[in-house]
């Protein structure tokens, strides 16, 4: 039976009240929850945004831009004066992984650096001949990958040295808007940790690469976990805020697992938006880490595992721009598993886990005269499916407990019948969590566990159960054989 967490009415929200800021690749997104976690209705706003990219890397955005977009957020939605001072914390989550060096009064002197930043690649390669990446993904839990700060900062030394000598600090994203707006750069423990440069068992910061990029320890903030949050500081501007607290930043990844229903180790979160993630929460750090998954410390006790794959709703919508579809795509993905269905390795934009082979490229096989566009649309689905599957496989070993997959995400609520295939295709059930905003949700439960720990949280909002069919299991065993050996092919070629 389908369970809700239904929004609510401003006079029926139980207090405390918390505002929870999403800083998404897309969107600055925030809005209030009450102590069960559900929205309160009307008191929502988004501010759409995008990334500055060029061919040579670069994706970046203006912190103070994005600054004030937070802003335009906190002003819509405190303004309605029956709040009061009913809101009790604010929280706050980010796109992870992101980079902007400030200087002693804290102003920014570079864009922010986005995940998607690939400038330092040549970085990354000096790293890896200099030190043991297999050693340095297992103190840290992430590879040497340009996504991460090592890299990054030993480009710049070269790129922009005059930067880099006159920055008196390297924040985050989120760090940065909560230094602009109450004085404190709080950066959460996921926060630091998807720099690359957090110890995940000591949750202290690695000397060696810290040597290797240069960096003094004490120009990154110290991570906090989310019971540490400061004393309220909100301009006399937002009045309703006169009494919140201000929660260390955290990474959307953390918050998405939270919001998804994804709180230990027996649910594992599958991410299901332009690209896609499979996360498990574990009690400590994985030992040993697989080489194909990362593992963040997200706080004391735990850590997330996981990996992200490049390809999931773009791949969709790729085919969709550029196949003649049928309107009856809801048939082509209920249809059974057919051996005539292209063999599809999805990969329009290179593979991150388990291989990280950035250069792969999509393959198609078993195309005939008689392929349509319907089948050749199954045949990315299901090779979307099988690239999560590989990711599955790799997390098995560190997460043996794992019962339930909860799927969230655009490409779920628009497709809901795609998840019989990943059900099908993994092995387990497949639960489809229908909420939206799942990470702006785990953002304010992550604070209302602070703030109201005894108040019961209104359960997740989800959709059916895809329970998977023997007959489809064996079929699709048989598919990703296939499909390994053409990656092996790929790779090796």
């Not at 203006?62 to 001072?85: I, K, N």
């Not at 000096?126 to 030190?131: D, F």
């Not at 720099?195 to 240069?214: F, H, K, P, S």
Request: proline share 7%; charged share 20%; net charge negative.
């Amino acid at each position: 039976m389908t369970r809700t967490d239904d929004d609510v009415a401003l006079d029926s929200a139980l207090d405390p009240l918390v505002l929870a800021v999403d800083i998404g690749s897309t969107a600055t997104r925030g809005g209030v929850h009450d102590a069960s976690g559900r929205r309160v209705r009307g008191l929502q706003y988004k501010v759409p945004h995008a990334f500055t990219v060029a061919p040579d890397g670069t994706s970046v955005i203006d912190p103070d831009q994005v600054t004030g977009e937070v802003e335009q957020v906190l002003d819509a939605v405190t303004g309605d004066l029956r709040l009061g001072t009913r809101i009790a914390g604010v929280a706050m989550d980010t796109f992870a992984a992101s980079l902007i060096a400030v200087d002693a009064a804290g102003r920014a002197l570079t864009p922010c650096l986005t995940y998607a930043d690939s400038r330092s690649a040549d970085a990354v390669t000096a790293l890896r001949e200099e030190l043991d990446e297999q050693a340095v993904q297992q103190r840290t839990g992430a590879r040497l990958h340009t996504s991460y700060h090592a890299p990054r900062l030993r480009w710049l030394a070269a790129a922009q040295p005059r930067v880099v000598a006159t920055a008196a600090a390297w924040w985050s994203l989120g760090e940065y808007v909560l230094a602009r707006l109450v004085g404190y750069p709080l950066a959460g423990t996921s926060t630091v940790a998807w720099t690359g440069l957090l110890d995940r068992r000591t949750g202290g910061l690695d000397a060696e690469l810290l040597a290797a990029v240069g960096i003094d320890p004490e120009q990154l903030s110290p991570p906090r976990d989310m019971t540490e949050p400061a004393p309220s500081a909100a301009p006399a501007r937002w009045p309703a805020l006169a009494r919140a607290a201000w929660f260390p930043v955290i990474t959307d990844g953390f918050a998405s697992n939270i919001g998804s229903g994804a709180t230990d180790t027996t649910v594992l979160t599958a991410a299901t938006a332009t690209s896609g993630a499979l996360r498990v929460l574990l009690d400590g750090p994985a030992d040993p880490l697989p080489t194909g998954l990362w593992n963040y410390r997200v706080d004391a006790g735990r850590t997330l595992l996981g990996g992200a794959i490049n390809d999931v709703g773009r791949a969709v919508s790729w085919a969709q721009g550029t196949l003649r579809l049928s309107s009856a795509l809801a048939v082509a993905l209920t249809a059974p598993p057919s051996h005539a269905t292209p063999l599809v390795l999805p990969y329009l934009t290179g593979e991150r886990a388990p291989g990280w082979v950035g250069g792969a490229r999509a393959v198609f096989g078993g195309v005939s005269a008689a392929t349509d566009a319907d089948a050749l649309f199954r045949g990315i689905v299901e090779g979307v499916a099988m690239t999560y599957a590989r990711v599955a496989d790799e997390l098995h070993p560190a997460a043996p407990q794992v019962v339930e997959v909860a799927a969230a995400g655009r490409v779920s609520n628009d497709h809901p019948e795609w998840l019989q295939i990943l059900a099908d295709v993994l092995g387990r059930p497949v639960t489809h969590v229908t909420r939206r905003r799942a990470t702006q949700r785990g953002t304010a439960l992550l604070a209302l566990d602070v703030l109201a720990p005894d108040v019961p949280r209104a359960p997740r909002a989800t959709g059916a159960t895809y329970e998977p069919r023997p007959a489809h299991v064996e079929h699709y065993a048989g598919r990703r054989a296939r499909f390994a050996k053409v990656y092996d092919a790929l790779v090796g070629g």
